[in-house]
């Protein structure tokens, strides 16, 4: 596990189950950013709503975009597996940025908990 000043990594950013997102996605709450480059979500597709900010970008969006961290909505990062978007969380949160989470297991866990409950095609 990642530590950081003797925590573990689920301490320091909040982790989100793939079978809350469909709650989250309906209610927007959360700002979702994929920070897989265009190329990833081309071939296999994004979360509905999620914003495309592609990881070596997350800086200058962070630093440049204040319309998206502006807001009272918490930010949850995505990407494919779920490493970088946690790596993306913590430079938010290094930023300053509040209520910052990651979706455990990335856009892939979402896909497979999708496949089995059926809707494959959200």
């Not at 925590?7 to 897989?36: C, F, H, N, P, W």
């Not at 994004?46 to 807001?71: L, Q, R």
Request: net charge negative; charged share 25%; aromatic share 8%.
């Amino acid at each position: 596990m990642i530590a950081q000043k003797g925590r573990t990594y689920k301490e320091v950013i909040g982790q989100i189950t793939v079978d809350s997102l469909d709650a989250i996605i309906a209610e927007k709450s959360y700002t979702i950013i994929d920070v897989r480059n265009p190329k990833g979500i081309e071939t296999q597709g994004s979360i509905p709503g999620a914003i495309n900010v592609p990881f070596d970008s997350i800086d200058k969006f962070i630093e440049e975009d204040n319309t998206v961290f502006n807001n009272d909505n918490s930010i949850l990062f995505c990407c494919t597996g779920g490493v970088m978007s946690y790596m993306a969380a913590m430079k938010a949160q290094e930023k300053g940025v509040k209520n910052v989470y990651n979706l455990e297991g990335g856009h892939s866990a979402w896909l497979k908990y999708k496949n089995k409950t059926g809707n494959e095609n959200e």
